[in-house]
């Protein structure tokens, strides 16, 4: 029997990866569209992996409920991931209800929604590293103690707190991955690697002479979106859902993850490089560094992509884009203050 997939976020970097991975699984898959997003701008990433035309997307928002329990009516999904959020960190500052009422109530309306209409769909929620925040342990794993510091964080740890919450009080099949950073050339260019990658693609081929970055001394641990969305799907496939940390085990520098880039094309950093102040946020995640050890044991997943081969992958794809007259018309955005 071929088994239905339903993605919230599927417009987005993972939800279009868990897309094709999906795809290529034989899996008959649905996504969430929301309205305001008009097709053809929002499917890009969709239509860059090829798949556009080999999924079925609905009109739904995360924020209204009866939305949600229309498409679950309608698909009767064997597994639900819910991947859509206000996933921009610096954003959440300037929008914080929103950012509560898509990224954490949003994720009770789905729950809702499943529970009300098919409570034995498998769910997969996207929780994150940012809930760990002020880390006092070395590595963060299920086990260590969360402090969020940002809006963004705040909402992601309601939406995982309230899967574990449905899990237990109604036995629903819900895991929650926490998930360090990953990243891809469809990362969204409001992030620090893709807008580093894309900024220094522009510089090669002199349509920019500087890259403005806020602290480069954060540390992330960083991943490939398209390995990732392996562990997501895997979490789905055990017997008993639960909940792990998904991460490569090694964290960077955002200077140094910079100075990959540059080395990749032959430009100095420090000639291009500008620090700018009012891109720092008004609370920092200072360093993060999973430990993967319990996917890596009852998943049996593990992080196949360097940062190098990723950052070089993704240099690579802006170069092409950008020196491309037929490559999509992306254009930066503009720059977003924390
Ligand atoms: P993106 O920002 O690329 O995608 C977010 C998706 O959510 C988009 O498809 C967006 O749709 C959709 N969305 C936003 N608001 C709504 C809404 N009100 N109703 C329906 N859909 C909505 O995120 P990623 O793909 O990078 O991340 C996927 C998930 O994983 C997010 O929840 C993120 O917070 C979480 N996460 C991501 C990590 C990472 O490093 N990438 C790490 C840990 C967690 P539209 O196209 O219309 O904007
Ligand atoms: P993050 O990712 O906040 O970790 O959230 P982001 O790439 O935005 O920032 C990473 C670090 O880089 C520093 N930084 C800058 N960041 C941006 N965006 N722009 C800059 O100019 C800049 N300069 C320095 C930041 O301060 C930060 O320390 C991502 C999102 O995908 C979340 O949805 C997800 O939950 C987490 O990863 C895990």
């Known amino acids: 029997m071929t088994k239905r997939a339903l993605i919230t976020g599927i417009t987005g970097q993972d939800g279009a990866y868990l897309a094709q991975f999906l795809i290529r699984k034989g899996y008959e898959v649905h996504g969430i569209i929301r309205r305001s997003s008009h097709l053809g701008v929002?499917?890009?990433?969709?239509?860059?992996?090829?798949?556009?035309?080999k999924l079925t997307l609905h009109d739904a928002n995360l924020s209204d409920l009866s939305s949600l329990i229309r498409i679950v009516s309608e698909v009767q999904p064997d597994e639900f991931y819910n991947l859509a959020a206000q996933s921009f960190v610096a954003t959440s500052w300037r929008q914080p209800i929103l950012?509560?009422?898509?990224?954490?109530?949003?994720?009770?309306?789905?729950?809702?929604?499943?529970?009300?209409?098919?409570p034995d769909t498998r769910f997969y929620q996207a929780s994150s590293s940012e809930m760990y925040?002020?880390?006092q342990?070395?590595?963060q794993s299920e086990t260590?103690?969360?402090?969020?510091?940002?809006?963004y964080a705040v909402a992601k740890?309601?939406?995982h707190w309230i899967t574990v919450n449905y899990r237990e009080s109604f036995g629903m099949h819900a895991s929650s991955g926490i998930l360090f950073n990953h990243e891809s050339p469809l990362r969204g260019v409001e992030f620090v690697t893709r807008k580093v990658t894309d900024g220094v693609a522009r510089i090669k081929l002199g349509l920019a002479t500087e890259l403005r970055l806020g602290n480069i001394d954060a540390k992330r641990d960083w991943g490939h979106a398209r390995d990732y969305v392996k562990a997501m799907w895997l979490m789905l496939q055990q017997e008993a859902a639960d909940d792990y940390v998904v991460a490569t085990g090694i964290t960077t520098t955002v200077r140094d993850m910079c100075r990959i880039a540059f080395d990749h094309v032959g430009l100095e950093m420090d000639s291009h490089?500008?620090?700018d102040p009012d891109l720092?946020?008004?609370?920092?995640v200072d360093v993060l560094l999973g430990e993967p050890a319990k996917a890596n044991k009852a998943l049996g997943w593990t992080a196949e992509t360097s940062l190098r081969d990723m950052i070089v992958e993704m240099v690579e794809a802006d170069l092409k884009r950008l020196s491309s007259p037929a490559a999509p018309t992306e254009q930066p955005l503009p720059e977003i203050l924390p």
């Open 42 to 53: 929002a499917d890009h990433r969709l239509r860059w992996l090829g798949i556009a035309d």
């Open 99 to 118: 950012t509560a009422n898509i990224t954490a109530v949003g994720v009770t309306n789905v729950l809702e929604a499943l529970r009300l209409i098919k």
């Open 133 to 135: 925040g002020l880390i």
């Open 137 to 139: 342990q070395e590595r």
């Open 144 to 151: 260590t103690p969360f402090y969020p510091r940002s809006p």
């Open 157 to 159: 740890l309601y939406g």
């Open 273 to 275: 490089l500008v620090i």
């Open 280 to 284: 720092f946020r008004p609370s920092e």
